[in-house]
């Protein structure tokens, strides 16, 4: 499986592709962090962003792509930012035909370290081990997009055999 993890920022997005599959080890394919500046009009940020998404979508071919979901914070400004990156991220996804499926932080981190609530050192590290990277993943939106990737490896595959034996079950081949 080939997933595209997205940690949206409208100033930093990180995206991470990861090839893997429950129980065989992963497998680093691509990662970057796309910047834009906070001098630009929103709209050419935004496009600068679906630019890079659509790249990588056509170029690494992604059987899912892992948006981080977007939470409550403070600072409305910041959430609104991460909205619209994601939402952009969706788009572009759905444009290719591409599943999306979103995480929040917490499932995130619980899935790479083991536990909901480990700070951003904790889940480079995790990331750094998991991939066998010789260095971390900087900035954070690098590796946090490549946790969300690692997060669906390991969850969507877990998610499709529930639905492939549920759809057997409901066909009677189970019976």
């Not at 600068?48 to 977007?70: G, L």
């Not at 619980?110 to 010789?134: E, F, I, W, Y």
Request: aromatic letters at 4%; hydrophobic letters at 45%; glycine letters at 8%.
């Amino acid at each position: 499986m080939r997933v595209l993890g997205v940690d949206p920022g409208l100033t930093r997005c990180g995206l991470g592709v990861v090839d893997g599959a429950p129980g065989r080890p992963l497998n680093l394919v691509a990662v970057e962090v796309i910047r834009t500046s906070s001098e630009a009009e929103l709209g050419e940020r935004l496009l600068s962003i679906e630019s890079a998404v659509d790249s990588w979508i056509q170029e690494y071919r992604p059987d899912t792509v892992a948006v981080e979901r977007v939470f409550s914070q403070h600072n409305v400004r910041t959430v609104m930012g991460t909205a619209q990156a994601s939402g952009v991220a969706a788009l572009v996804a759905a444009r290719w035909r591409t599943p999306v499926v979103t995480h929040t932080p917490s499932e995130v981190k619980a899935a790479v370290s083991g536990h909901g609530s480990a700070d951003k050192a904790q889940v480079a590290a995790m990331v750094t081990r998991l991939l066998r990277l010789n260095a971390r993943p900087r900035p954070a939106d690098a590796s946090d997009a490549l946790a969300l990737a690692i997060c669906q490896v390991w969850r969507g595959a877990a998610e499709q055999r529930l639905r492939t034996a549920a759809a057997a079950a409901g066909t009677g081949r189970f019976r």
